[in-house]
């Protein structure tokens, strides 16, 4: 044994304040982005089924998580929209009165310094499901970049800080820069879904912004979960077009995509961990198979590592506890 060389890495982790002045990657609270499902109607909490302790809220019962989300030390929120009315073009979504326009302006009232995100889509404001204009089956790309412009543009009236487009439409992100420069909005970032692969993950999702396709699937226009290089194209073409951050979305099983992107980019990235992945975590730790916290730390840990600046997560507040803990 006296003549063996070999390397002592278990010197580093022999105590815990040792391997907390070695530790590589810190998370914290400002790291998350917390996502809040908003409807329209009066006194509702629902809680989803498939995603445990998320809940749709209406307007008059947001004050109270909007401030505990503050209180925790988280600093921005992402808003979907669950409107009442649905039609085929999507009008809701656009309309300065709609569900995601009043919570944008009721939130920055009351909390200004808070940095509010709004999801830019068609998908749940369409009595198709689809994330743009449909004609004969077809998901139309040109015709949806003027409302989704137009979408962008009131919910930057109306106050949102970011535009975060979600819809995968070819030159989104032109038509997004174009229409808030027009406007007098040049000064609000566009947060790109840059990477946005049509993903099974996304199942508990649809239940909370019921936003599921009424026929067929999203897959002529997300990425087919196989393609690397094509994620390099995306990322690369919204950078042209105009994208302040980069979302890779889902995370988890696309950790190599979130490292590409970073490095390629040197952009802010954004890893969305998903309503799937987070499910599939609830699940397991309600059955006691897993434990929770260690869990949801560790993996929220392994996106920044992989090269994640702002992770949006459903357990955000969770973890901001945790953290604060
Ligand atoms: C809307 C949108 C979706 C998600 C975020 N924005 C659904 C989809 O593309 O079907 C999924 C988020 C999640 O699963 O947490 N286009």
């Not at 952009?267 to 969305?272: E, I």
């Not at 840990?301 to 357990?315: N, V």
């Amino acid at each position: 044994m006296k003549d063996l060389i070999f390397q002592r890495h278990r010197r580093l982790r022999q105590s815990g304040s040792i391997r907390n002045m070695v530790r590589e990657t810190q998370i914290s609270a400002h790291d998350f982005i917390h996502p809040l499902f908003v409807v329209e109607g009066e006194n509702i909490k629902n809680e989803i089924k498939s995603m445990p302790n998320v809940y749709q809220w209406s307007l008059d019962l947001l004050n109270d998580e909007i401030d505990e989300v503050v209180e925790l030390g988280i600093q921005s929120v992402i808003l979907f929209g669950v409107p009442k009315t649905k039609d085929e073009v999507g009008s809701s979504a656009y309309d300065d009165e709609g569900i995601v326009q009043k919570a944008i302006r009721q939130i920055k009232e009351r909390h200004p310094e808070l940095t509010v995100i709004a999801d830019t889509c068609l998908c749940q404001f369409t009595d198709h499901g689809h994330c743009g204009i449909v004609k004969e089956g077809k998901v139309l790309n040109d015709p949806t970049l003027d409302l989704l412009a137009q979408t962008a543009v009131s919910q930057a009236k109306a106050g949102a800080d970011i535009i975060a487009p979600s819809n995968m439409m070819d030159g989104f992100v032109a038509a997004i820069r174009h229409g808030l420069d027009q406007a007098g909005f040049e000064d609000v970032p566009i947060m790109s879904y840059a990477v946005k692969y049509a993903s099974a993950f996304y199942g508990p999702f649809r239940d909370a912004a019921h936003s599921t396709p009424q026929f067929g699937d999203r897959k002529t226009y997300q990425m087919d979960p196989a393609n690397r290089l094509e994620a390099i194209r995306e990322a690369q073409s919204d950078i042209e077009e105009g994208a302040d951050f980069l979302i890779v979305k889902p995370a988890l099983s696309y950790l190599d995509i979130i490292r590409e992107v970073k490095d390629l980019s040197g952009y802010p990235v954004v890893a969305y961990n998903v309503s799937g992945e987070y499910a599939m975590i609830k699940a397991a730790s309600e059955n006691g198979w897993v434990d929770e916290r260690e869990i949801v730390l560790e993996k929220l840990m392994s996106m920044k590592r992989a090269g994640a600046d702002i992770i949006l997560t459903y357990h955000a507040k969770d973890a901001a506890k945790w953290l604060k803990g």
